[in-house]
């Protein structure tokens, strides 16, 4: 069984940044797809950014294509997400999630989940 690990999320104010990570125990990421999601108080769960096994694919939702970045180093069994220029819309709790072979996405549904990491933007 996996288990993933969110970190870095916080309080910070509108146009500044954070660096989430994501690192997993009890097994090896190597092998999996891993994706980033967030869930608004109110909203469902969506869908924020993916990256391949090798972390030579990946790819963003639109409303945060530019701004975000996910990479990984498969050595720390960790993946990471950049957030840069961050809005208050951006105001969710974060969660990592994984899925072996391929990457999870608004149509892959992960295999494993984290317990999230709150991010608060303020205006």
């Known amino acids: 069984q996996m288990q993933l690990v969110e970190s870095g999320g916080g309080l910070v104010q509108a146009g500044e940044s954070l660096r989430l990570s994501c690192t997993a125990s009890?097994?090896?990421?190597?092998?999996?797809?891993v994706g980033w999601f967030h869930q608004a108080p109110g909203k469902e769960r969506e869908f924020v950014a993916a990256?391949?096994?090798?972390?030579?694919?990946?790819y963003y939702a639109d409303s945060v294509k530019g701004r975000f970045t996910i990479s990984r180093d498969n050595a720390k069994n960790t993946v990471y997400l950049q957030m840069n220029s961050l809005k208050p819309e951006d105001t969710a709790v974060y969660y990592c999630a994984a899925r072996q072979f391929v990457m999870p996405g608004p149509t892959i549904t992960p295999s494993y989940w984290g317990q999230g990491t709150q991010v608060t933007v303020s205006s």
């Open positions: 009890a097994r090896s990421l190597n092998t999996y797809g």
């Open positions: 990256i391949s096994r090798d972390g030579g694919n990946y």
